[in-house]
């Protein structure tokens, strides 16, 4: 506790940007001694195991951009739940056909409630978190003198307030539990600038046992701004031995492109453990703002996606699905400026807007570009002139919006935590049209109903 005047007075004016005795919280466990290396559940290779080879694999990716992506989010899911498909002969809804979610930021929200409460999403969620604001919840908190001199930070306090919002004391475990599809909640390495994402394969790295973390406390390290937020802190525990995984990084860092050597190395930094024995984890937008990465990176790394399924069954050959389906649902908005019609220069802020918005769009192109190519790459790989498999990338873009007064509007949309109701229900409906009328996902929707003979297997 501060014991001067001056510092108390700094402390109060500094508490916004850093704190005074605030220190990561670590909430993530060792394995136990008696406990082997997890590396066979609740893996990016386990989750491989579950797909239908005579169905359709579907991946959702949910980009970050505050409560404005996850509604639209939102959107996307009531959508699929309310399209009706035919796979191996029988009406399904294509909701109950998703194999794996990855999500960033705002779209942790939606992706990691639909993964401890299914159902309950489409009638609990918008009153929970889509219309609450808990951005002003946590400035409540933060603004509470009581609160100044607590050990506890701004994240710690995020994290108490998405809890009770929605996620509660729920484990990794709990999500486990209710089977596919599997959730990737993506988060950023603060020091290698590289993703981290919730899934055992990166907790083996760092001897620890994902299943009792709280899914509160991903979906805050997921959407911790920098500066805004402290960093959610994760102990790299020593006591185990990974060198199956170290290896396997490494031999696949030797034949891939120079991004996953980057990665590979980073990922391999967890086994330094003197020199990071904590890794201090921020916004999944900074690494990827679409949360492609996760799936791109791991079907790469194993060398295409026919080894990746043969890895994933133990060298067993497996047939893929016959639609291979990826939909982005991407958040991102480029606001109006008026830079270029004044001689003044532009403003802090808009300053930081503009660089933000062109590094981001940039990239986002780069991935999505990258995220067909491979889907095609994939396709032919896994095709037999007697089989052939579809690859379908079908993006969700608020930039597609074709008004103009409904694109500036959604423009003007901040990236915030809790929306207005109308702004909201925009959201939602501009989520379910968007998707409903891609023109790649129409003609999916036709293959998977005229045809139902295109989806019966070998």
Not at 88 to 96: Q, S, V, Y
Not at 199 to 217: A, H, I, K, M, T
Not at 290 to 309: H, P, Q, S, W
Not at 323 to 350: G, L, M, R, Y
């Amino acid at each position: 506790m501060p014991n001067n005047p001056l510092r108390l007075l700094l402390c109060s004016f500094g508490v916004l940007l850093s704190g005074c005795t605030a220190v990561g919280k670590i909430e993530n466990a060792p394995l136990k001694p008696d406990q082997t290396i997890q590396i066979e559940n609740n893996t990016l290779f386990s989750a491989a195991r579950n797909l239908d080879d005579k169905g359709l694999t579907l991946m959702l990716t949910f980009s970050g951009g505050g409560t404005r992506a996850s509604a639209l989010a939102y959107g996307v899911m009531e959508e699929l739940r309310d399209t009706s498909i035919i796979v191996n002969g029988e009406n399904k809804r294509m909701l109950d056909e998703v194999d794996f979610i990855s999500s960033v930021s705002g779209g942790s929200f939606t992706a990691a409630y639909y993964g401890l409460h299914r159902e309950k999403l489409f009638t609990d969620f918008k009153k929970d978190m889509l219309t609450r604001s808990l951005s002003s919840q946590i400035l409540h908190t933060v603004f509470n003198p009581f609160m100044w001199f607590s050990s506890s930070g701004r994240t710690d306090y995020a994290a108490e307030v998405f809890a009770e919002a929605g996620f509660g004391d729920a484990t990794f475990a709990d999500m486990f539990a209710k089977g596919d599809p599997v959730i990737a909640i993506n988060a950023t390495d603060l020091s290698k600038g590289i993703r981290f994402t919730f899934l055992q394969d990166y907790f083996n790295l760092l001897c620890s046992d994902l299943s009792s973390f709280p899914v509160s406390r991903a979906v805050t390290a997921s959407a911790a701004v920098p500066v805004l937020f402290d960093p959610v802190v994760i102990e790299n525990y020593s006591g185990c031995d990974p060198s199956g995984m170290n290896q396997y990084l490494q031999s696949r860092a030797a034949e891939g492109s120079m991004t996953l050597l980057d990665s590979a190395n980073a990922a391999l930094s967890y086994s330094d453990k003197s020199s990071r024995p904590f890794i201090h984890l921020v916004d999944g937008g900074i690494a990827d703002n679409l949360g492609l990465r996760t799936l791109i990176d791991t079907v790469e790394f194993a060398g295409g996606m026919k080894n990746y399924l043969e890895m994933a069954h133990q060298g067993k050959s497996f047939n893929s699905a016959k639609h291979f389906i990826i939909i982005v649902v991407n958040a991102s908005v480029k606001a109006d400026t008026d830079i270029d019609t004044k001689t003044s220069p532009p403003s802090i802020t808009q300053t930081i807007n503009a660089v933000t918005d062109a590094q981001l769009h940039l990239y986002n192109n780069e991935t999505l570009d990258l995220a067909q190519s491979l889907l095609d790459d994939w396709s032919i790989q896994m095709s037999t002139p007697e089989r052939p498999v579809k690859g379908h990338l079908i993006l969700v873009d608020l930039k597609s919006i074709k008004q103009p007064a409904l694109a500036k509007h959604v423009n003007h949309i901040p990236t915030t935590l809790g929306l207005e109701e109308k702004e909201v229900n925009l959201l939602i409906e501009l989520g379910r049209n968007l998707l409903r009328n891609n023109e790649e996902f129409i003609s999916l929707k036709k293959d998977l109903t005229i045809s139902p003979s295109s989806m019966q297997g070998n």
